[in-house]
């Protein structure tokens, strides 16, 4: 070819054109505030010099209309391409704010759906990088539909390849609504933010003033909403962070999750196990203290960790294995279930049967919340989304208690008969319809209010309750459990159990879809 | 009598140090196990372990008089020992032991009255000229009866806990707005505290040194004073460093406050060990404040010092043996200093740091001795006060013993909480603490940093965090995860998968 | 090739609470730098399970008391030392950010400690002065007194007598 010909020239200042456009005023402009480039973020997510961009010269169509400024520049405000990350294939796009603040026109949206499919047909993982003042106003319906279109892919894709939403900037009106769909968002605290309508709406709607962060900042959707999954105080650690969970998961719903290298085979008995959860059911532990114990070192990688707390959910590996656990934290509201950690948990389960990820029940649970809050708010309708997760998983599912299981909680914590194919009690383990105090009050009501001593009696009674009901060899006789544990040798117990249920499938009916009591 | 086994009703470094002159004394321990620590390291050195943990009460183990006697007496143990804290100066507890013909190890119920009644003892006092403090010479009822009095003797003014003891209840008063604010917090500070929310009222000094004498009686009418114990350094009236003896005092002055401390233990013809405090002003006058029954927990300073043990004397007067020494017989040698190792974060105000030990490395040396309730993997509660150990330094003067003491903080690791170490180090090494030129406000006023740090030190800790932080990233990337073993299903699994679709 | 040769350059500034900067270059190699000055250190795990540095022959006990993404909190010879370990890019935009959030002025009084709330000294609206005592926590047994550090007019009370806390729970807002 002739380099020095027309045809090559034109290539060569098109390219510099766009060298340009990606150059110094935009990226200062984003610096300015802290903020990185739509290009800086995927340099940063993908493997050095994997990133190919396609799409990079587009533009948006000519108006209609001269309603407003539009801008020309290539790419319309997104950039698309695929590349690898930590070694292997994935797609993304990454919205550019200095361009139309990032507006979603019908080409920039034509552009992030293609990109939808191909990591669809690929069966590969979508990264989502949001910087978008939301729909463009110039382009009217056109934008709207856009956003629709992308919403459709990302519901057919959920639960076929894993989805990603990275906000490092605005998300509002509609936009919300792509990353709520996906499997887990992320978000860059102070320079993010996630609302339906703006605080300017707000203001004129219901006369209050209300901030950005006070609306839909990091924090207000990692502590309050639960929208956010993942928090982190600047973009390079929340782009590591992407990278991170990614290598808990699979590329589609076909693999199975990776494996990591073992570096130490802790087989040992870990005998702090026995140190940490207090013989006396009342006094309260850090739940993660025991999954530090039982996974490999350093892999428990927490989702949600602000957001209620009274679950713990998160990915780990065991002996190298990707691993999903979900633990009562008896530390936050004693371990009960609430309205949030249902749904909390229950959508975790969700993904972790989408994704063929063993999933580990750490149980500790007094029951659900009582009170006039939760019922009226539904806790019947949430609580089932929970148990109904748990019923309806496929993956290997071992629970194991270690302390209270009572009642309902017991059912609902993937008991043997909603389907745990392995179901393991500590000795300190109390199962029972209900906790020693409540049971004899009811058993034994008259008999306590005759007695001279009621206190005493009752405190003999419990202790009866103890021995003879609420402990972990009765539900083992029975076969509700399959056997009692040493807590020290958890870990080693739970590497086998994982072990023997690897090539577990179970046959469901043929049905469109069950319907969960959403 | 000769005491043949002993429940010993505490915990902690105390219960072990009571453990350690017993097995000298050929007396069998029994110790108490509570289910706030059924794991704690004190279990391992009495000889036979009294369960509690099986039955939570509503009273804490410690302070329930009725379930202790109770465990004595099933284990047949001749005496208790109430150790410091919880039940050692309740007299109603001592006269529950003198019912049940168990040797208390300490004065009678009688004498612990007396002395924890703080406007009785200071009755005596005044009946056996030993200088006080103006003040109420009651209790004061109510806020106006306070104001009254304090116009009287003038301000500054403060109110303490009749019943009181190590700081609680106590409140100082600056001027006659304040008084009704602070007779409320007074009160019902005291009221939590010791179940009684008397108080009294007295003068204020300001910046005194607070020094204390331990005196030993018997019940043959013999008495004698083991000299001083300096423990000005104190933050809201919690001792934190004690020395003995101390410098401000000179050989008259000992031997006049030792002989008003005992003219005070004769006044009720005290018996075993008991510790006589006085505030001493700048002038070097000194004021009877009050005397407590009990062992201190500041006492190691003293055996350092006079190379007695304490407890041993304490049992054997409480059993109605003589005291084996005279007065003549005391002789102090060198001095010695204690650091209380609390779990506290100092730089938090002091606040109680609750975790686990991981990890603990004691100093060693010859001169080096440490009272410790703690061992790897002990756990800090918040039931109990956050003394997690003493380090007692002896050596032949107070410079010395003030370098040794440092070099041992030095080597005092402790891993897994925050202690009082670098606060100690930042005491230790203060120009003023160095010249003796302390008292009561020295932390308040005189410590600009409540801890010790090394000029270099900040850059070392930013360098070991990020050396972490850098390794971390450098795992995060470098941990080999094998995407293509997830591809690797068997086949048993992918043709069922492939249908189930 | 390229990856390695990244890796050594890598620079990192460790940023104290009280703003103190450490930047840190070369961490993992001989040439290591903090604030263009060469350092000479060694990290040593003994037989015990202690980690210490060793500078200039002496030794000093660090540990990690709690790590949360890049803010770390170290006990070295048992002081609390704490640090945001930043890049030189997420440093800009940190003292960015910082900057806007000195205008905002509203100071957060949080529980130092786990406890119960005897008593509230203070109502919304009341003017307080640096120093004040708002608030009487029970812990351990003790009553604290927990003063304010600021200038201010209370604008909001999380908390009324016998509420218990946790560590860090918002007791008081105050507008400077």
Redesign the interface.
Known sequence: MDINGKLYKKFLERNAAYSQQHGSVGMKKQHSKGKLTARERLMLLFDSDTFNEIDAFTKTSPSESNFGKVVNAYGDGVIIGHGKISGRPAFAYSQDFTIMGGSLGSVHAKKIAKIQDMALKMGAPMIGIIDSGGARIQEGVASLAGYAGIFRRNVISSGVIPQISVIMGPAAGGAVYSPSITDFVFMTNKTSYMFVTGPNVVKEVLNEDVSFDELGGAEVHMKKSGVAHFVYEDEENTLLGVKKLLSYLPSNNMENPPTAEVYEEKLEPESALLEIVPDDPNKPYDIKDVIKHIVDRDTFFEISENYAQNIVVGFARLHGRTLGILANQPKVLAGTLDINSSVKGARFIRYCDSFNIPLLTLEDVPGFLPGLDQEHNGIIRHGAKLLYAYADATIPKITVILRKSYGGAYCVMNSKNLGGDFNFAWPTAEIAVMGPEGAVSILYRKELIESDDPVKLKKELAKRYRDEIANPYVADEKGYIDEVIDPALTRKKLISAFEALENKHVNSPARKHGNIPL | MKVKSLLIANRGEIAIRICETAKKMGIKTYGIKT??E??AYYLNFVDEVVDF?E??EEIPEFLDVERLIEAAKTSKADAIHPGYGFLSENPYFAKRCEEEKILFIGPSADIIYKMGNKTIAKQLARKHNVPLLQGSHSNVRNPEEAVKIANKIGFPVILKAAAGGGG?GMRIVEKESQIEKMFR?AT??AE??FNDGSVFIEKYVRNPKHIEFQVFGDKHGNYIHLGERECSIQR?HQKLLEEAPSSALNEALRAEMGEAAIRIAKSVKYFTAGTVEFLLDDDKNYYFMEMNTRIQVEHPVTEKITNLDLIELQIKTAAGEELPIKQEDVKLDGWAIECRINAE?V???F??FLG?I??V?FPKSKHIRIDTGISD?S?VT?YF??MIAKLIVHSENREKAIQNTINAL?KF????I??T??FCKAVLSHPKFKKGDFNTSFIEKEMKEM????E???????????????A?????RS?????E???N??P??LN??L??L | MAEKKKNKELEFIAVSTKNNKYKVKNIFSEDLKINYKKFDFQIFDDENGFTYIKHKNKKYHAEILEKNQNKYEILLNGVSYSFSIETPFSYTRKRYLDKQKSKSKVEILQAPMPGKIIDVLVEPGAVVKNGETVIILEAMKMQNEITIQANGKVTKVHVKPNDTVNKDDILIEVNL
């Open positions: 289910p706030k059924p794991n943990s039955d939570l609680r917090l019902s500070e939590k505290a809201k974060d730089q938090a105000g606040s109680p686990v991981e990890k490395q993997k756990v918040p006060d956050s030095n690791w402790i891993k897994g925050k202690t170490i670098p801890f010790y740090k090394g270099n030190d900040e850059l070392l800790a930013a360098f070991f965090a990020t050396f972490n932080h850098a971390s990233l450098e795992t995060d941990t080999f995860v094998d995407f073993k997830g591809k299903i068997s048993w699994v069922k998968r249908k189930s």
